[in-house]
Each structure stands twice: as structure tokens, then as C-alpha cells.
Antibody
């Protein structure tokens, strides 16, 4: 059973970089056909796709966040990470990591529990 | 286009059938997947592809698609189905992913 777990600071000061890591267990991050995603949810709002990375390092980002987002992967640790620069209060959200399966049709088949990040001084 | 549009709220009487829709240009090319989210919990995949359910998802959940609209149908809605439902698909470029705004389902 694949499990994903987000970790990182729950409080970030404005203008600083938000950094989170997702640790994958129960499966290899290097398995083909799976893409590793970050998704966020502002309080009381809907889901927003941030971007994904393949184990090879190729990435795609939400165009609205692209200038501030970096997603990286560490296959040796079975982890992938998110960096969102120049944080503002608008980045306060629950951040989820999730696996996108492209073995057949697209589906986010495994999710982390989510972690709340607050951007505030 | 990068938008998927859902009705904000839908209600259904206990035991009745309800359909939640998702509209967007990209759905003419790509299939939608559907997620159920209950308060304080991570989303859960309920339907993907043409009409596939992950193991553990009741068969009262089904999916369909026509033109630019994808639909999630719950046949015989139960109290535990009360939740927010989100559709997801690729955008028209095929490179990015997008979620619908979500539909809050109330079971009366």
C-alpha cells in the first residue's frame, strides 16, 4: 500500500520561501507511469494543482504559479519536494502531495493527509 | 481553455439518484477523474477513465461523458455520500492539470 506523508514548517514569514517534502513509502518513486504532484487548498475553497515531477526530473507547473514554484525529486530518499518563493498570505493553504497514475487514464490514486501552511509574520 | 466548471451545490433525497456535472473544453479530448472530499480529510478517488472505480468504492458511483461534459452519478445516495466532489482533467494543452471548483452534495 503506497503512502505519502508531507512534512515541513507550518508557519512561514511573508516574502520567505515555503518548503515542503513528501516522503513516499510502500512503493518506489522511480516506478514508471507515475507522476508526483503538489496540490493545495485554500481555507474553505477548492483544490488547486501546483505542479508535478517525474522521477527523471521533468516537471510541469501551473502557469499561474510557475514563476515561483520549484519541484524537485530525490530518488535515493524516495522523496519529492516543493519550494514556493516570495510567500504571501494568499499562499496560506493545506498542501497535499499526491501520486498521479498515468497507467491508462489519469487519476490521483494516492494522497497524503495534507499539511496546513500559514504565511504570517 | 484551462477551466472546468461545476455547480457549487446539489442536493438529493436519501436513496435517490443524483448527477454531478463538470464542463470544459478539454473534456472533449481527455477523460475526467472524480474525487470525494469530506471535512478535514484528503480527497479520495471515486471514478476515473471511462467509468472505472478503485477498489473499495461502492458500485453506486458511476461516471460518464458526452461532448464537453463529464458526469458523476450516485444511484441510491447514502448519508455517508454527503461531501464535496471535484472533477479533474488535463487542460487543452494536455500538459497541465486542472480541478473543477467543486460541488457540495447534501443528502436530505
Amino acid at each position: 500500500q503506497v503512502q505519502l506523508q508531507e512534512s515541513g514548517p507550518g508557519l512561514v514569514k511573508p516574502s520567505q520561501t515555503l518548503s515542503l517534502t513528501c516522503t513516499v513509502s510502500g512503493g518506489s518513486i522511480s516506478s514508471g507511469g507515475y507522476y508526483w504532484n503538489w496540490i493545495r487548498q485554500h481555507p474553505g475553497k477548492g483544490l488547486e494543482w501546483i505542479g508535478y515531477i517525474y522521477y527523471s526530473g521533468s516537471t510541469y507547473y501551473n502557469p499561474s504559479l510557475k514563476s515561483r514554484v520549484t519541484i524537485s525529486v530525490d530518488t535515493s530518499k524516495n522523496q519529492f519536494s516543493l519550494k514556493l518563493s516570495s510567500g504571501t498570505a494568499a499562499d496560506t493553504a493545506v498542501y497535499y502531495c499526491a501520486r498521479l497514475s498515468r497507467r491508462g487514464y489519469d487519476s490521483f490514486d494516492y494522497w497524503g493527509q495534507g499539511t496546513l501552511v500559514t504565511v504570517s509574520s | 481553455s484551462s477551466e472546468l466548471t461545476q455547480d457549487p451545490a446539489v442536493s438529493v433525497a436519501l436513496g435517490q439518484t443524483v448527477t454531478i456535472t463538470c464542463q470544459g473544453d478539454s473534456l472533449r479530448t481527455y477523460h475526467a477523474s472524480w474525487y470525494q472530499q469530506k471535512p478535514g480529510q484528503a480527497p479520495v478517488l471515486v471514478i476515473y477513465g471511462k467509468n472505472s472505480r478503485p477498489s473499495g468504492i461502492p458500485d453506486r458511483f458511476s461516471g460518464s461523458s458526452s461532448g464537453n461534459t463529464a458526469s458523476l452519478t450516485i444511484t441510491g445516495a447514502q448519508a455517508e455520500d454527503e461531501a464535496d466532489y471535484y472533477c479533474n482533467s488535463r487542460d487543452t494543452s494536455g500538459n497541465h492539470l486542472v480541478f473543477g471548483g467543486g460541488t457540495k452534495l447534501t443528502v436530505l
